[in-house]
């Protein structure tokens, strides 16, 4: 198992891709953008692009018993999976709070749990630490895999180049355009997601070289990570290393919707995940802003967000949509009055926010208790 250091280095590595023109990388190593955001946004949905995306991390699970075993240690219903079919799942701490999110594919011998950058080493290692007698193998395999992003259909020209070990591709589709098996919404009709049609593929890092002649031939062509941002912020989607902290609650980002198979057998986290569902409400609930009459500034992650002169919450993610300008997702109090007109703080600059709800402040309390009569209650005839 790697040590942190390189882990880091994992992360920070510049991306070969990244030495296509134009290409403007940042910390993460990846290009941001390979020129106009908001032209790619518009490829990049319309499946003519593609997204690097390997700075994230990818973590292998084999084993006769891995399906079943990761069953009793996450969130989501995985001992019936399918080779070729694909979910989402998260690693609860005791008390229901999020630590990991893992988007999921089986190939039919190996179980594939995508992450965020950064967060496979940490994975792995609590992973193993789980094994116990079963018959399973953990490794984390960031260093000889990259991700690409795409909506749509795969460009039938990489087809070679995905990995398939079992004789599967293994191809990420994301559930997020439906409620799964399971699963619960909080959100209203008319959900964005419901035409969320994006996937990720993963490509040996020894193929990069020929994505690259692939590119300067003009048979397929890249956008930047800032424009998929852009995207998901429009389609509500919750990502952990954007949305997520130490006390995030999987209802709050309407995460119950895909992640969380609220009938499965027992799983790390799943009595607070039952209790709030059922009995109580999220303490903070994730809602949409449209900020008005902003042509150049995009709030900064943390920026705070006001009902008046009342703090009420942060924005989490914030973008430059190519037909809904400027947008964000943000983590509101939940009792924040969903029908007041908002404001960020950016800048030491106030922006009008308009506020879409996504999780109602009154999400929970789906269990129908019986009301009990009051204690010392005489019943009076006559």
Same mark, same amino acid.
């Given at each position: 198992?790697?040590?942190?250091?390189? @882990?880091?280095?994992?992360?920070?590595?510049?991306?070969?891709?990244?030495?296509?023109?134009?290409?403007?990388?940042?910390?993460?190593?990846?290009?941001?953008?390979?020129?106009?955001?908001?032209?790619?946004?518009?490829?990049?949905?319309?499946?003519?692009?593609?997204?690097?995306?390997?700075?994230? &991390?990818?973590?292998?699970?084999?084993?006769?018993?891995?399906?079943?075993?990761?069953?009793?240690?996450?969130?989501?219903?995985?001992?019936?999976?399918?080779?070729?079919?694909?979910?989402?799942?998260?690693?609860?701490?005791?008390?229901?709070?999020?630590?990991?999110?893992?988007?999921?594919?089986?190939?039919?011998?190996?179980?594939?749990?995508?992450?965020?950058? &950064?967060?496979?080493?940490?994975?792995?290692?609590?992973?193993?630490?789980?094994?116990?007698?079963?018959?399973?193998?953990?490794?984390?395999?960031?260093?000889?895999?990259?991700?690409?992003?795409?909506?749509?259909?795969?460009?039938?020209?990489?087809?070679?180049?995905?990995?398939?070990?079992?004789?599967?591709?293994?191809?990420?589709?994301?559930?997020?355009?439906?409620?799964?098996?399971?699963?619960?919404?909080?959100?209203?009709?008319?959900?964005?997601?419901?035409?969320?049609?994006?996937?990720?593929?993963?490509?040996?890092?020894?193929?990069?070289?020929?994505?690259?002649?692939?590119?300067?031939?003009?048979?397929?062509?890249?956008?930047?990570?800032?424009a998929l941002e852009a995207l998901r912020i429009a389609a509500?989607?919750?990502?952990?290393?954007?949305?997520?902290?130490?006390?995030?609650?999987?209802?709050?980002?309407?995460?119950?919707?895909?992640a969380v198979h609220l009938n499965k057998g027992c799983y790390r &986290?799943?009595?607070?995940?039952?209790?709030?569902?059922?009995?109580?409400?999220?303490?903070?609930?994730?809602?949409?802003?449209?900020?008005?009459?902003?042509?150049?500034?995009?709030?900064?992650?943390?920026?705070?967000?006001?009902? &008046?002169?009342?703090?009420?919450?942060?924005?989490?993610?914030?973008?430059?949509?190519?037909?809904?300008?400027?947008?964000?997702?943000?983590?509101?109090?939940?009792?924040?009055?969903?029908?007041?007109?908002? @404001?960020?703080?950016?800048?030491?600059?106030?922006?009008?926010?308009?506020?879409?709800?996504?999780?109602?402040?009154?999400?929970?309390?789906?269990?129908?208790?019986?009301?009990?009569?009051?204690?010392?209650?005489?019943?009076?005839?006559?």
């Amino acid at each position: 198992m790697a040590d942190e250091s390189s @882990s880091a280095s994992r992360q920070y590595t510049r991306s070969p891709l990244a030495t296509l023109p134009g290409a403007l990388v940042g910390d993460t190593g990846i290009a941001s953008a390979y020129g106009n955001s908001l032209t790619e946004q518009r490829a990049l949905r319309a499946g003519a692009a593609l997204v690097d995306l390997s700075d994230r &991390g990818v973590i292998a699970v084999s084993g006769p018993d891995r399906l079943g075993w990761l069953d009793s240690l996450l969130s989501q219903r995985l001992d019936q999976l399918g080779a070729g079919q694909s979910t989402e799942t998260l690693l609860l701490d005791p008390h229901g709070h999020v630590q990991h999110a893992m988007r999921v594919v089986d190939d039919g011998d190996t179980t594939w749990l995508l992450v965020d950058a &950064g967060a496979a080493e940490s994975l792995t290692a609590w992973l193993l630490k789980m094994r116990f007698m079963k018959q399973v193998e953990i490794i984390d395999r960031s260093d000889e895999l990259l991700t690409l992003g795409y909506f749509g259909e795969l460009p039938d020209v990489l087809a070679p180049l995905v990995l398939q070990p079992a004789g599967v591709p293994v191809m990420w589709q994301d559930p997020w355009n439906a409620v799964a098996e399971g699963g619960w919404q909080y959100a209203g009709e008319n959900h964005p997601g419901t035409d969320w049609n994006y996937a990720e593929v993963l490509i040996p890092r020894s193929a990069t070289q020929e994505l690259l002649d692939l590119a300067a031939a003009g048979v397929i062509s890249f956008a930047g990570s800032d424009a998929l941002e852009a995207l998901r912020i429009a389609a509500w989607r919750p990502r952990l290393s954007t949305e997520g902290d130490a006390n995030a609650l999987p209802h709050e980002f309407d995460w119950l919707r895909t992640a969380v198979h609220l009938n499965k057998g027992c799983y790390r &986290g799943q009595e607070t995940v039952a209790k709030v569902h059922n009995l109580g409400h999220p303490p903070r609930r994730l809602a949409f802003l449209s900020l008005d009459g902003v042509d150049v500034v995009i709030p900064s992650a943390g920026s705070v967000v006001f009902d &008046g002169e009342t703090e009420v919450g942060h924005v989490t993610a914030a973008a430059r949509h190519y037909e809904e300008g400027i947008i964000a997702l943000a983590v509101l109090k939940r009792n924040a009055n969903p029908e007041a007109e908002l @404001s960020v703080l950016s800048e030491d600059v106030r922006i009008p926010a308009s506020q879409v709800v996504i999780v109602p402040p009154d999400a929970g309390r789906t269990a129908q208790v019986p009301r009990l009569p009051r204690l010392g209650a005489v019943k009076r005839e006559g």
